[in-house]
């Protein structure tokens, strides 16, 4: 367990579970009332306050507007982050000063490219919002500012004010699984499944939860997916969700089967066609594979994503044994990258290619280069992005430097590591700071140690798969297999795949 970040989350965080949820249905609807959080000059609250979702009160005066906002978070539930961006920016036009509107269009914008410009409208506004509003958008806005403390302090406020609201329980059940608060968010969205059985966004959540967890279950990730399809038939994702979890299970047969199906659906549906190109990847028909992520990079939208089809394509070259040709088709992108000034992408194509490099002094150059980039604000990038990273290139520092006994190197990125998780407060990060502690503890043969600190990160393959070596290092043969089970189940054309399938503790 994360101990610089877990423990403030634990108390910032309540979770409506169990009897507590149970006691949260009892109540009657929350009433519209003024709150501690009302900034000053923000209007008070009046019987004509349009309600969002039948319930949060928000500054609109327009039924259009407020309508639009609810299509853009239900479109962002269902992962139509296109759509859902563009119903926001409907908002923002019906309304030029909805807050919640610029709010929802930057959160939605995020997980592509990110919309800075309306994160700062947002902010902006908040005088002109309701109390309830005003909490919404400060959440949605200190998160991409990687500012965790007011952002969970909102959260829980919403969470007190709306505990039966499946919107405010939906997104911070997600938000805890993105920050790989794993058991909590699994426990968050079963509940919330008790209240809607056949809510879309929860079933889909659970669907990956089941089986990115420390307990995998294919079978319950599958069935939870399968209902997804169900209940959501005219869209998409739930198609895409089983294409990805199939793979990651090891069938890659149904995997195909059912990225084809969400591309029936809709034939654009950029993650789709980029999934067939990753299950043909595993499944070493490297020609299919390219022409595939071909056809991805004629459905991409942005650069960011056009820029990762390319990346995934240039990977292959790694899998086929071609590793110099690899090596210069990273280098090429990166030009492309740089040109496009494409700061996400730059990062992803910056820590493969340190990763792949040729040798130890390579990577660790490249390492460097990158590290100093990512110090500052980078243009195009938010906060968190920037900051998750800038934590995975450290912990990639401490790795390959403990794997080469320089631990003079190890040491420095492990203190950096330290001092931003406490800086930040962000969960991700000091994952990445233990996860960097394990590496160096395995090296200097603190078994017991390590295990206890690669444990923290189990969304990496090469993490696992060394606690997984320290495991049976120290005898314990159980404990070496669970995670090796559990490894397994992390089955993608990645990097830290790619890397610990070399070692053939994993299967391609």
């Known amino acids: 367990m994360n101990r610089i970040c877990r423990k403030g989350l634990a108390l910032l965080v309540p979770l409506f579970l169990g009897g507590q949820l149970a006691h949260a249905q009892e109540q009657h609807a929350p009433r519209v009332q003024e709150t501690k959080s009302r900034a000053a000059g923000a209007p008070r609250l009046t019987a004509s306050h349009l309600l969002l979702f039948g319930s949060i009160p928000v500054s609109t005066r327009s039924v259009e507007a407020r309508k639009a906002a609810e299509l853009a978070i239900n479109k962002y539930e269902a992962v139509l982050l296109g759509d859902a961006m563009v119903h926001a920016t409907h908002a923002t036009e019906l309304d030029h000063n909805f807050a919640l509107g610029y709010a929802v269009l930057s959160f939605a914008s995020r997980r592509g490219v990110p919309n800075e410009a309306a994160m700062n409208r947002a902010k902006a506004l908040l005088p002109l ?12 806005t200190s998160l991409q500012d990687r500012n965790l403390l007011p952002a969970i302090a909102s959260m829980n406020d919403l969470l007190r004010r709306y505990p039966k609201d499946k919107h405010v329980l939906y997104l911070t059940s997600e938000w805890l699984y993105l920050q790989e608060d794993f058991e909590r968010s699994q426990k968050m969205m079963e509940s919330l499944r008790d209240l809607d059985p056949n809510y879309p966004p929860v079933l889909n959540m659970l669907g990956y939860s089941y089986i990115e967890s420390g307990h995998p279950d294919a079978a319950k990730a599958v069935a939870a997916l399968k209902h997804y399809a169900e209940v959501e038939p005219s869209s998409p994702n739930p198609e895409d969700s089983l294409g990805e979890v199939l793979r990651y299970a090891g069938d890659d047969e149904g995997s195909l089967q059912h990225y084809g199906a969400a591309l029936q659906v809709d034939p654009t549906f950029f993650t789709s066609q980029l999934g067939l190109g990753d299950t043909l990847t595993l499944m070493g028909k490297f020609d299919d594979a390219r022409f595939e992520y071909d056809k991805a990079l004629l459905v991409s939208e942005n650069d960011r994503d056009l820029l990762h089809a390319l990346y995934q ?33 730059q990062a992803e194509i910056g820590l493969g290619a340190a990763m792949l490099a040729a040798d130890y002094s390579s990577e660790l150059q490249q390492l460097h280069a990158l590290e100093e980039k990512l110090q500052n604000a980078v243009e195009g990038m938010n906060g968190a992005d920037r900051g998750g990273a800038l934590a995975n290139v450290l912990s990639e520092e401490a790795r390959v430097a403990a794997q080469h006994g320089d631990h003079a190197e190890a040491d420095q990125a492990i203190s950096k590591l330290a001092q931003f998780a406490a800086k930040s407060g962000d969960l991700v990060v000091g994952n990445h700071y233990e996860t960097a502690r394990g590496f160096q503890l395995l090296s200097q043969g603190d078994l017991s140690g390590a295990v206890e600190q690669l444990s923290a990160n189990r ?17 314990d043969k159980k404990a070496a297999e669970e995670s090796l089970y559990e ?22």
């Open 129 to 140: 919002a309701t109390p309830d509003e005003q909490l919404m958008v400060r959440w949605m």
């Open 313 to 345: 394509k240039a990977l292959i070259y790694f899998w086929e044994g071609k590793a110099e040709q690899g090596r210069a088709a990273l280098a090429e992108l990166a030009t492309q990258a740089a040109e496009k000034k494409e700061p996400n992408a």
């Open 459 to 475: 969304r990496s393959p090469l993490a696992v798969q060394q606690m997984a070596t320290a495991q049976q290092e120290a005898g």
């Open 487 to 508: 490894l397994k189940y992390q089955r993608a054309p990645t990097v830290e795949w790619y890397l610990a399938s070399l070692s053939g503790s994993v299967k391609r």
